[in-house]
C-alpha cells in the first residue's frame, strides 16, 4: 500500500514494526574497509551477507563503518568519507593497515556499501535499516595503529566539541566521545540520518546508543545526566521521528526508528536517555536492548515495552558469550536464545557475530527448532576474563547501582560458608522433556566451577529442592547428572552447601546446565 498521509503512514507504520523478524543480524559493516582485494558487490556481499539466504535472518541492520562519529562508507555529503590508508611498515599493523579500504572505488562506480547492500536485501525480500552509532569512540586509542587513523577532521578541527582531549582525559568514557550537550552535534546527527532516510530506500534507521553508552560531558565528569541535557536527547527524537513521517510520505511507505539502548530505565535517564517519553509518544518503533552488558532479565524490558506497544528485541552480544570452542558458543547461543523467547520477546537480535556460515542463523529464530538442540545455560554470559562491573563503571558512575540480577563468575564469585545454603537461579527457557516424534532423550548435567574445594563430598546441591548426589571432581569442576524432571521451564533454583564443620574457603565462579539431547536406544 503506497501511502499518501500521516494516519495512512502511521497505520502501516505500526505493521512494519511487527512484522516477522526472527532474527536480526546487527554488520557493522567493516568488510568494505578490511576484508575486500576489489570493489566488487559479489566480493562485499560474500563476506558476511550472501550466505544468510535461505535461514531465519528476516532483518540485517547495517551499520556503514563503526568508528567515530562522523565518519562513513557510505556515499555522505554530510558526513566524511573514510577513505584513508594505513602505513603498512607499521610494526602493529595487523590488518595491512586499511590499504584494502575500497570504500572510495566503490564510490567512483557510482555506488557504495550501503547502496550495494539495500539493493541485495530488497531483491531477496529481507528488511534493512542502516544502523548509525551515536557516539562510538574507537577513535580514542590513538596508542594503537589504527588509532591515528579513524579520527576525523571533524573531531580534530573542533577539539571543544569532545567530552575530553587525548591529554585530558574524563574519568568516565573515552576521551573521543562528542557531546551531545552542544547543538552542534545534535544538528550533525539528524543530519546524518536524515541524509541517508532522502538517499537510500532503507526500511528504517536504528540509533545505536550500546556503542558506547556516552553523551554528555556531565557524565563522563562523573554525575548522572539530568533533566534539561535528557529533554535536548529527546528533541532530537522528535526531530528524527517528524522527518522519517515527511520523508515516508513523500516515498509513499514508512520508515522505522530503532534504538538499542542499555536494558534499564533509571540506567538510560542517567546516560541521557529518557525512554519512557520516546514510547509514550510513539517516537520509536522498535527497541533493542543490551550488549555486552546487562542489568535486568529479559522479561523487564520485554514488559515494559510492549506496555507502549513497542516491539522488543533483546541483544546477544557475542562479547558477552565468547568461548574457544564453537561448539560451545553454539550451545550457549542456543540457550541464551531459547531465554529470550521465553520471555516473550519479539525476535532475536544478534551483534558482532559474523560467522554468515553458522548453523546458528538456520536455528536461533525458531523455539520449536531449538527445543531438542544441545544447550549450555549459564548463570552469566559475560565472558569470565572480564570484570562485569567494571565493565558497567566504566561509562558511568557508580553504573553497577541498575544491576537487578544475579551475577556470578570469576570476577564476581560467590562465598561457600561451612553449613550456610548458597542460593543461585538459573533460567531455563524450555521444557526439558523427551521428543517423541524424534526418538530424541535429554541428557541434563550440572557443572559447578569451585575454586578451594577439597573434595566434591564436602558440597551438598539441592535443585529446586530435589538433592542432587553423585558428584565428580575434576581440577575446580564438580559434575552431577541431573534427573531432567527436575528442571523447570523457567526460574531454577540451586541451593549449594558446604558441609557443616568443613574449614575449608572455596569459592563458587560459575554455574552451568548442559542439556544435550541423544537418540533414544532401541
Known amino acids: 500500500m503506497k ?32 576484508s575486500l582485494t576489489k570493489a566488487t558487490a559479489k566480493g562485499l556481499l560474500n563476506c558476511r551477507t550472501t550466505p544468510l539466504l535461505g535461514t ?19 556515499n555522505t555529503k554530510v558526513g566524511e568519507i573514510f577513505d584513508t590508508t594505513a602505513n603498512p611498515r607499521h610494526p602493529k599493523n595487523k590488518w595491512g593497515g586499511y590499504s584494502r579500504n ?32 551515536m557516539n562510538d569512540t574507537h577513535d580514542a586509542f590513538t596508542d594503537c595503529w589504527w588509532g591515528p587513523l579513524v579520527i576525523s577532521k571533524l573531531k580534530k578541527d573542533h577539539p571543544e566539541w569532545l567530552v575530553g582531549s587525548e591529554t585530558k582525559r574524563p574519568k568516565y568514557g573515552r576521551w573521543s566521545a562528542v557531546d551531545y550537550g552542544r547543538q552542534e552535534i545534535r544538528d550533525l546527527a ?23 553508552p556516552l553523551f554528555f560531558r556531565s557524565q563522563a565528569m562523573g554525575q548522572d545526566v539530568g533533566q534539561e541535557e535528557r529533554g535536548m536527547m529527546t528533541s532530537m527524537i522528535r526531530r528524527i521521528r ?45 527497541l533493542v536492548v543490551s550488549g555486552w552488558y546487562r542489568l535486568n532479565p529479559w522479561q523487564v524490558s520485554v514488559q515494559l515495552a510492549h506496555k507502549y506497544d513497542v516491539a522488543v528485541y533483546p541483544c546477544l552480544s557475542a562479547a558477552r558469550v565468547w568461548v574457544k570452542d564453537k561448539r560451545i558458543l553454539c550451545d550457549r547461543y542456543r540457550a541464551n536464545a531459547m ?103 535429554p541428557e541434563v548435567t550440572l557443572r559447578l566451577r569451585v575454586k578451594g574445594l577439597p573434595d566434591a563430598a564436602d558440597l551438598s546441591v539441592k535443585l529446586n529442592d530435589k538433592p542432587l548426589s553423585g558428584g565428580v571432581k575434576s581440577e575446580w569442576w564438580v559434575e552431577y547428572s541431573v534427573n531432567p524432571g527436575f528442571v523447570r521451564k523457567g526460574v531454577n533454583r540451586f541451593e ?20 544435550r539431547y541423544k537418540k533414544k536406544d532401541t
Open 3 to 34: 501511502v499518501t498521509n500521516i494516519e495512512e503512514l502511521k497505520r502501516e507504520r505500526k505493521k512494519a514494526a511487527y512484522r516477522k523478524r526472527r532474527i536480526i543480524f546487527n554488520n557493522d559493516g567493516n568488510e568494505p574497509v578490511k
Open 56 to 74: 531465519q535472518v528476516d532483518s540485517i541492520f547495517y551499520c556503514t563503518w563503526g568508528t567515530g562519529f562522523c565518519l562513513f562508507t557510505h
Open 102 to 133: 575500497k570504500t572510495a572505488d566503490f564510490i567512483k562506480q557510482g555506488t557504495d556499501p550501503l547502496k550495494i547492500m539495500v539493493e541485495f536485501c530488497k531483491k531477496n525480500k529481507i528488511e534493512v535499516f542502516w544502523s548509525m552509532r
Open 190 to 212: 539528524f543530519q546524518y540520518i536524515q541524509e541517508v532516510c532522502e538517499n537510500y530506500d532503507v526500511d528504517g534507521v536504528e540509533l545505536d546508543f550500546f556503542r558506547t
Open 242 to 286: 517528524k522527518m522519517t513521517e515527511r520523508v515516508g510520505i513523500k516515498r509513499g511507505r514508512p520508515i522505522l526508528v530503532a534504538v538499542r539502548v542499555p536494558d534499564s530505565v533509571g540506567h538510560c535517564a542517567a546516560i541521557g536517555l529518557d525512554i519512557i517519553p520516546w514510547m509514550e509518544e510513539d517516537l520509536i518503533d522498535i
Open 339 to 441: 531465554n529470550v523467547w521465553d520471555s516473550g520477546a519479539d525476535g532475536v537480535y544478534t551483534f558482532n557475530y559474523f560467522i554468515s556460515r553458522s548453523p546458528l542463523w538456520r536455528e536461533l529464530g525458531d523455539p520449536k527448532t531449538l527445543e531438542t538442540m544441545d544447550k549450555l545455560y549459564c548463570r552469566d554470559g559475560m565472558n569470565p576474563v572480564g570484570s562485569y562491573y567494571k565493565c558497567i563503571n566504566k561509562w558511568l558512575a557508580n553504573g553497577e547501582r541498575f544491576v537487578n540480577r544475579q551475577l556470578l563468575s570469576a570476577c564476581l564469585p560467590l562465598a561457600l560458608k561451612s553449613g550456610e545454603a548458597a542460593t543461585v537461579e538459573l533460567r531455563v527457557g524450555q521444557h526439558v522433556r523427551e521428543s517423541k516424534s524424534k526418538g530424541l532423550v
Open 496 to 515: 549449594i552447601l558446604l558441609q557443616p564443620g568443613s574449614t575449608a574457603k572455596p569459592v563458587l565462579q560459575d554455574l552451568q546446565l548442559w542439556v
